[in-house]
């Protein structure tokens, strides 16, 4: 199995310019989450999905977030428009059906906003 | 807010001596997992401990959790510089079905 994949490994952007973050969880999992790891605020539980059904997106920061998850192979986290701040690592992980144990991490999108 | 703490926050040792590594939390819990992470790279589980366990070994890695006290430790024995990276654990709450990671301690082993 590949794992979790997660692109683009690396992204620059310019403020106001959309970011959109792509993952691949793995063949079976059901359960998908979006962490993003900063020096200053660690790991942060962003939004998770069940089933590609949106469970808990209390850790979106804010409006210009956005996730999707269209089926069970894909999902997607956008920010629109970035800002500076949003600079930090995203990473997507995900689980076995019904059972939150075990995380399985991407290798992140380390996304810098200039 | 993040669920658990570890301490410490950094951690040298030499090769061959043990590491420990503590985690507070502050809820209860079905489990606690810990989790490795090299530079660059994202996170790899480690072990996973129920709440209605006390100890727990894998290898090298023994885990201890005191839910009376809301804290855990891991202990890796006989270390290597391929142990360098930083440890989190993590914590599920008995309610919902999210993780939440503490800040981790980062591991220096030096050969």
């Known amino acids: 199995d590949a794992g979790v994949i997660q692109s683009p490994r690396h992204e620059v952007t310019e403020m106001g310019q959309e970011v959109t973050l792509r993952c691949k969880p793995i063949?079976?999992?059901?359960?998908l989450f979006w962490y993003r790891q900063t020096m200053m605020r660690g790991l942060e539980l962003l939004i998770y999905?069940?089933?590609?059904?949106?469970?808990?997106d209390s850790g979106m920061p804010e409006d210009r977030f956005s996730a999707k998850m269209p089926n069970a192979s894909f999902s997607t986290l956008k920010i629109q428009p970035s800002e500076p701040r949003d600079s930090a690592v995203y990473f997507c992980a995900s689980t076995r059906p019904d059972r939150n144990e075990k995380l399985f991490f991407g290798s992140g999108t380390q996304l810098s906003v200039l | 807010s993040q669920q658990g703490e570890e301490d410490p926050q950094a951690l040298s040792i030499q090769e061959g001596e043990n590491a420990t590594m503590n985690c507070s939390y502050k809820t209860s819990i079905n489990n606690l997992q810990w989790y490795r992470q090299n530079s660059g790279r994202g996170l790899v589980h480690l072990i996973l401990?129920?709440?209605?366990?006390r100890e727990k070994h894998s290898g090298r890695l023994r885990v201890t959790l005191d839910t009376s006290k809301k804290s855990s430790s891991l202990l890796i024995t006989a270390s290597r510089a391929a142990d360098t990276a930083s440890y989190f654990c993590a914590t599920d709450a008995e309610y919902g079905n999210k993780l939440v990671f503490g800040a981790g301690t980062i591991l220096r082993v030096k050969s």
């Open positions: 063949s079976g999992h059901n359960s």
């Open positions: 999905f069940n089933n590609n059904v949106p469970i808990d």
């Open positions: 401990i129920r709440s209605n366990e």
